[in-house]
């Protein structure tokens, strides 16, 4: 049964259609149905042709297509009669994607069932069996290829999966609202880099549901099927917890807030991964928990750190993910993600480690014998903290490259994902080792995807532009690919990456400012992700283009 659309803020400008439509005139030709239509027989159709001024160039959206074939002919407008027809029927899996199309292009009737294919129509439907079930986001970019074919006035849009009838969908969008329409021919498009998307720092600024959920249209528009909510760092626990209440923040999002926002992630094809950190950037939580926080020798206390040697520790945090791996719920048969976080533990980053917490090198020296290090000991909390959220379900679990470590005694759980984030401190893994060890990366590199408010530590806000012309997945620290043989560097072992926005200095920016800083930015990842070969448009007409396709922000 396909979930009920909820309409989006941003439905396609009605001044747009109305301009198709007075282009649009009718012929009185009729045509035949094209092949590839559903119906048994070609049958004469009682809709006049539309007729309108041709739709010429290439497809003009962000990411750009893949492959288009391209044809002699009008192309493919938004017209006078024009309807969006599901075979399938209105309980298929396309129905819901279907429905969000007709409404971005301005409120198109949709038929159901055995409709025979008119001139100006769209046809959408699954080729093959169609073997996912509703809104299941999908892991292979071949599951989310679809094919548009715009011919004899009529648009045909197939897809192995309902993913990639949306991602047609979203083309269809942009592409009208660019150019008017699409030109005679046939698109073949599908990711290079299965995983994309942003990532959003809600614990140190707290962002509206509204904010939250404009974004999450903005980047299904993209192509991104992402969405990494941080909600919990020393600044604030930013949603609603029925087992420790006291850690919640006064400014956060209720857990009725959070479903919706899933809800509205999956109906866009897009998958949620949540972060809960540990074991540092834990201040909110411990904040009424004192007698965890991280202790040094002299006696001073580690803000945000907590002492994993402690045992009351890991009862603390595991009854936080467990309630929060409850609330981040799944479709069934749907990748399941989680974030462990595992970055910046203080005691990890101090010049003498066991000599500054000695409390923390006994505690290893008892689990892992005369040679154990805190190292091992973080490696074992995480190992630990995993297991607690695979017990409920969560299957695609991730850290932070600074939370892995080298050591023959403790080695990270091997299906954990390494984001790597930074290589600029000092005794970092540079990519390559987690590659040669049989580990998949993702890019997060700091020095093209970090958008850090207040721009603090160095750090500069990344511009759409030095990622178009200077980034693709393989570039993963600093400025150069990974050095490591190509078979390394492919989809199966670098699946993507993710724009991130961290508010450090949380005042520097309003969420206006943010969303109208990261605009161009998630558009140029989109481009970079779904096809890293050198682009054909200039920096100069993909903004142009970047502008016509998305409009302000909102």
């Known amino acids: 049964m396909s979930n009920p ?13 109305v301009g198709a439509l007075l282009l649009a005139g009718c012929s009185q030709t009729v045509e035949t149905e094209p092949p590839g239509s559903t119906s048994a027989k070609v049958k004469p159709s009682s809709q006049a042709t539309p007729s309108w001024a041709p739709v010429t160039g290439t497809p003009q959206v962000i990411p750009a297509v893949r492959d288009f074939r391209r044809a002699e002919g009008r192309g493919w407008r ?47 439907k699954l080729s093959g069996k169609g073997s996912t079930a509703n809104n299941v986001p999908v892991e292979g970019s071949a599951d989310q290829a679809y094919t548009l074919t715009a011919r004899g ?20 969008k942009q592409a009208v609202r660019a150019a008017g329409g699409l030109p005679e021919g046939t698109i073949e498009d599908r990711p290079d880099r299965p995983q994309r998307g942003m990532s959003l720092d809600n614990a140190r600024k707290p962002f509206t549901q509204g904010w939250i959920e404009d974004r999450l249209r903005e980047i299904a528009d993209l192509k991104l099927n992402q969405f990494q909510l941080h909600f919990s760092d020393d600044q604030g626990f930013r949603i609603q917890s029925d087992t420790h209440p006291e850690v919640v923040s006064a400014d956060h999002l209720t857990k009725a807030q959070v479903r919706q926002i899933i809800q509205l992630a999956q109906s866009l094809h897009i998958s949620v991964v949540p972060e809960l950190d540990s074991p540092g950037h834990l201040g909110a939580v411990l904040a009424h928990h004192q007698d965890l926080l991280l202790h040094r020798a002299s006696g001073s206390v580690v803000p945000g750190a907590i002492d994993i040697s402690n045992p009351k520790a890991a009862p603390l945090v595991d009854s936080l993910l467990k309630e929060m791996s409850e609330l981040f719920t799944n479709p069934k048969g749907a990748p399941a993600y989680w974030h462990l976080g595992g970055d910046e533990y203080q005691a990890l980053m101090s010049s003498s480690p066991s000599t500054t917490y000695p409390q923390l090198s006994r505690a290893a020296r008892q689990k892992y014998g005369p040679n154990g290090t805190i190292e091992d000991l973080a490696t074992g909390w995480l190992n630990d903290r995993q297991k607690t959220v695979e017990a409920k379900g969560k299957n695609r679990i991730e850290a932070w490259n600074d939370g892995f470590f080298s050591s023959p005694r403790a080695s ?25 060890e049989g580990r998949n990366v993702l890019n997060f590199n700091d020095e093209f995807l ?23 997945p393989q570039v993963l620290r600093h400025t150069q690919p990974v050095a490591v043989p190509a078979s390394m560097t492919g989809p199966d072992r670098i699946p993507g990456a993710r724009f991130a926005i ?13 969303a109208a800083g990261i605009r161009l930015p998630l558009a140029a990842l989109a481009q970079k992700t779904w096809d890293s070969r050198k682009p054909a448009l200039s920096w100069t007409d993909f903004k142009a283009l970047a502008n016509r396709v998305a409009g302000p922000p909102r």
């Open 412 to 436: 990270a759980a091997k299906n954990r994902m390494v984001d790597y984030w930074t290589g600029k401190e000092i005794g970092k893994r540079d990519p390559a080792e987690f590659l040669r």
């Open 5 to 17: 659309i909820r309409q989006p803020r941003a439905a396609f400008p009605a001044t747009v259609l």
């Open 153 to 172: 006035t009529r648009l045909t849009l197939t897809a192995p999966t309902d993913t990639g009838i949306f991602y047609g969908t979203r083309t269809v």
């Open 450 to 472: 970090y958008y850090v408010l207040g721009e603090p530590n160095q750090f500069t806000y990344p511009t759409g532009q030095r990622i178009y012309q200077s980034w693709t």
């Open 502 to 514: 961290w508010a450090d200095r949380s005042q520097a920016q309003t969420q206006a400012q943010v």
């Open 78 to 124: 938004p017209s006078k009669g024009a309807r969006v027809v599901v075979p399938a029927g209105p309980k298929s899996n396309v129905a819901d994607e279907a429905q969000l199309m007709a409404h971005d292009l301005g409120g198109l009737p949709v038929v159901y069932g055995g409709e025979t294919v008119q001139p100006g129509d769209i046809e959408v």
